[in-house]
């Protein structure tokens, strides 16, 4: 177990080529479409890439096969890193990306199902992934599936109730087929989470909500596959990883700052830092 | 009604295994039988409005069928956003059975009084809204339900609300039924308000105005041809409704009127005022209060085809 205070000290491994070359994607989609959540998708790299490396059970080619693994990107708005993996799994072209946000496009600003091949549930709206995740899991194990389901929070969405009225009806129905997935970047939109409404104890908070608890470093894809792949922590509870991320990971003027939250505009300085940094254009 | 809304869910569910029954915190007791017979498609969640109607719309994209029960107003205010976005804009067949639509909580206040349930319902897409008359029409339109598939607002009732409707009308989602062969007037109702209209009607004869009556027991989708086809053959048209005259029936009916240029009579509507309700006592009270009681509409419609712009005058021409 890690917790953010000896990340703090200690740093994740530096990013790999693959995890720089998914930034690369979500930079590119965003200078193509002029907007975009840039902060909120470089955390959830790693997590997103581990999940659909090694974990998910998925078929890009069959999208809606009926015992795949379902993986709600609750916080909506990090859609570009689930974007990003996704057409790099094959599940529509890479090509797609250039469209963000387009007018015809079908991948907008926040994602949607039954429109994107590989999205579970339109979400944007913040505190609704968890409660679609219990009801398709209550429905799998209703007709025996094995499938999974892993539902992908943001740390300020963590600001909703909905999300804690969720979080007791899994530990009721006893639900180890769901895996709650927390991106712990510190930050929200206005500044950091602990300024705007502190989460800590947070391990404890879903500790006590009946989950089996376990965290990891965001961005250290061996460490989030350890955690992930072990799930469910124990029988007969839902699990959540709390994965303590860095916000605009891995792009240096964005960590942990909150003004690229919504950043959409890079100047050509930023672009070529970006780029240089992440080895792509 | 409301008895009868919740026995045909386990009705439904002998013989359709997506059918689930979802409540809030409802009454104990409330459907024992099919929790006996169904205790895994029976789920009491607990007051998390916001939640139950998320983890709905996660059952239904797998299949499922969850008809989810509580009070009305907390199924729309409280968790308008899930309704929305959840349910309509995942196209899912979720049914909200919602108890006590209008005037029917009247004793306990502005909290439980659903009067802009209609209204912001309807304005969502996908979604559909229906008011059963009685417990008769409830049971016939919930034989419907399992095939319908999109979302359903369904606005209950007290319960032991008179019986208007027959059986030889039938039931169809989206298909207006006349109860009244329109003279003069059309008077356009929904809900529980039939059976008061129907009353106000024997008044009017009485004093010589002949009124038909029909009931769009789906406001949402409105049966414009219905609509259209009455209205072309009357002076006037009084819709009637337990709803705030904002967003509800009335305006549904109007808006049909404007938009398919049809609009070139005078249109009444009786309906509730844009006021919070502190009074309390009964629905049947709080109904004569704002005039919709069988005596409260026929007055209003008297002095309605009194009037010399009403009836009397050739129709406004509608300008496009």
Redesign the interface.
Known sequence: MTSAGILAETGSPPLDARSKALRSTVVEAIVAAGRGHLGPAMSLIEIMRTLYDHVLRVRPEEPLWPERDRCILSKGHGCLALYAILADKGFFPLETLATFCGHDSILGGHP???IVPGVE??T??L??G???????????R??GSKARIFVVLGDGELNE??VW??A??ASKHKLDSLTAVVDYNKFQSYGPTSEVLELEPLADKWRSFGFAVSEADGHDVSDLRRALEKVPYRAGRPSVLICHTVKGKGVPDAESNADWHHKNKLTANELTTIRSVLGGG | MRKTSLDMVHALAKRDPRVVYIGSDPGSGTLDSMKKEFPQRFFIEGISEAHVVGMSAGMAMEGLIPYVNTIATFLTRRCYEQVAVDLCLHDLPVRLIANGGGLVYAPLGPTHLAVEDIAIMRALPNMTVVCPTDADEMRRFMEQTTEWPHPIYIRLGKGGDPITSRAEEGFEIGKAILKREPGRLLIATTGIMVHHVLGATKLLAAAGIHCGVVHFHTVKPLDEEALLDLASRVDAVVTVEEHTLIGGLGSAVVDCLSDRLALGKPVLRLGLPDRFTHNYGSQEGLLKHYGLSAEGIAAAVSRFVARPSAVQQPPSLVRV
């Open positions: 949607e199902f039954g549930a339109s944007g709206a505190g609704h968890l409660s679609i995740g219990i009801g398709r899991a209550l429905a799998l209703m007709r109730g909905s009225e969720a007791m009806a």
